[in-house]
């Protein structure tokens, strides 16, 4: 009974520090030249960058239509969703 206790703690834990730590942004996501936001290491972290260089997002057309309407981009190019563009 330990050993399967211990065994869900470590596989719980491992599961939040995975969404803890979730990396930023692939090179695939529409923003990934905006800046320097690419190096950000979480979704929060990139879009504030994002949002800190509007007006750089928005002279970039592929950034601009996704920050305008993100479901309609993400279903034309065949995304499930926002997950899909960070490691």
């Known amino acids: 009974m330990k050993k399967i206790i211990i065994m869900l703690s470590l596989a719980f834990s491992l599961g939040v520090v ?41 002279k970039n057309t592929a950034c601009a239509a996704f920050r305008s309407d993100k479901q309609a981009y993400m279903k034309k190019m065949g995304m499930s969703g926002p997950d899909e563009l960070f490691n």
Do not use: L, M, R
Not at 34 to 58: G, L, P, R
């Open 18 to 58: 995975n969404i803890a730590f979730a990396g930023g942004p692939k090179s695939s996501h529409p923003c990934y030249d905006v800046a320097d936001c690419k190096s950000q290491t979480s979704k929060k972290d990139f879009s504030q960058c994002i949002k800190a260089h509007k007006e750089e997002a928005d």
